[in-house]
């Protein structure tokens, strides 16, 4: 799968570079994280280090968790003129601003959401676009109808976006969360299992059948060890095609800031 992946980055990428080489507006993106998460940390430096790569412009506030309110935060918002994203999560209560479409390179906000309901997006959320460039891949951009995927998970930002994406693309979509009965689903009836809860060993390796495509959208520490959200049982597991962590979806997933700052700059120019 890790060259899969590979393959999919590569070619992503050169197709971006292109695009930023003909655009007159700068592809621009302000971070904006409160605190000191540690996995968002991680996120946040993969993020600019792709952005410094291109010679990208990525502004990076970092606020101070003690003092920060949710009027700073809507304050950023209001004057946000190109791309900006609020890394998630935030700490104290506080809450990312509903953000315009035109500068919302996450598509969390409730105009870039509402669109996708409706069909009519152009920024998908970044780790949803992964998803579906796996799948792509997988199936061919142009067999989704009639897919049967499974989406376990039911987070703004991965589960649902990702099932509503899906039913746009006519695919079979069964949605799961934490209070579903997992232990019952027979996880061979489904083409896609997308794994998106958080929490690790939730489904494990040996449910699933050979070369079936598993996409582990999950990033968790275990043992100080970064996982996913399956179980591998390596000595018994069947060939199933499932996305390595780190190095899977969230590899593409980073791709796709860039890419939506693009789309967003595209916008600007008109
Ligand atoms: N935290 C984990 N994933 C994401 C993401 O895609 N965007 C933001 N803003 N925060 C995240």
Redesign the pocket.
Known sequence: MKAVINTIYESKLATLKDKIAVLSAPVQLTIVTVGEDP??KV?VRNKIRLFDELGLTCNHITLAEETTTQSDLDEIAANAEHAI?????LPNGLE?PDLPASVDV?G?GSEALGQLVLGQNSIL???VQATIDIIASHFGENNFAGLKVAVVGRSN?VGKPLAIELINRQSTVSSFNSRSDLESVDWKRYDVVVVATGAYGVLESTQFFEGQLIIDVGINRVDGKLVGDVKHNLEIEPMAAITPVPGGVGRL?CLH?LGNAVKLAECAQG
């Open positions: 996995a968002s996120y994203l609020f890394q998630l999560p990312a996450d969390f959320p970044c780790t930002i997933t800031v």
